[in-house]
């Protein structure tokens, strides 16, 4: 069972983690805080483009997630119905073979008693 969750889980796309932006032409070259009438700071654009991206991509990892999350959910609760269904069915079971039993019992204690 282990195994066909791990496959099933394998063969499903896992969003690719996008590639960094390449520098944009007049950019800065690295974050830059700026105090001057009011705190500020100033990022370049390729890396703001790239926070932007992975925002995105995690985004699509959690729904990618969250949708395996609620498939493993509804198997988790079949499981445990078919568990349930096979305790109660393992119990009459076991009560049909008591009283076939005592039956079968009954029967031969009587038809010993009467060949008699």
Known sequence: MIFLLLGTALAQDIPTKPEPNPPVENQCEETTPISDPCSAVVVPTSQAADLLQIEIWGDQV???YQTDLQ???IKEQALNAENKKLKRTIWIRAGEAIVIGFAAGYITYHTIQETR
Do not use: K, M, N, P
Request: no cysteine; aromatic share 34%.
């Open 71 to 73: 498939a493993w959910q």
């Open 62 to 64: 959690y729904r990618h």
